[in-house]
């Protein structure tokens, strides 16, 4: 069993920074990549960015050039720092961790609780 716990959300004004943490603990032999998919309301849930286990970092299209995922492979983290934020970044972010499943092929993804961020004047 893998447990998510992100920080970091908050409120902040347009054009702001803000940056999202992510610690995963339990059983966790290894992971194929960790990183961040974000929901808004009235929206599907998105990819924001995630990173490989060796460090390939990978940006949905309306967060590239700002946002920059970051990881701490040994101990189990995963950050977001989020530069010059827009409204319509407001939203939960949740943090994943995609463990291999051996033999398939095939991950399993584990989802943290989310963090609001809220970008307003």
């Known amino acids: 069993q893998v447990q998510l716990v992100e920080s970091g959300g908050g409120l902040v004004q347009p054009g702001g920074s803000l940056r999202l943490s992510c610690v995963a603990s339990g059983s966790i032999s290894n992971f194929d990549a960790m990183g961040w998919y974000r929901q808004a309301p009235g929206k599907q849930r998105e990819l924001v960015a995630t990173?490989?286990?060796?460090?390939?970092?990978k940006y949905g299209d309306s967060v590239k050039g700002r946002f920059t995922i970051s990881a701490d492979n040994a101990n189990n983290a995963v950050y977001l720092q989020m530069n010059i934020l827009k409204p319509d970044d407001t939203a939960v972010y949740y943090c994943?961790?995609?463990?291999?499943?051996?033999?398939?092929?095939?991950?399993?993804?584990?989802w943290g609780q989310g963090t609001q961020v809220t970008v307003s004047s």
């Open positions: 994943v961790l995609d463990e291999p499943v051996e033999g398939t092929g095939l991950y399993f993804r584990s």
């Open positions: 990173i490989s286990d060796s460090g390939a970092p």
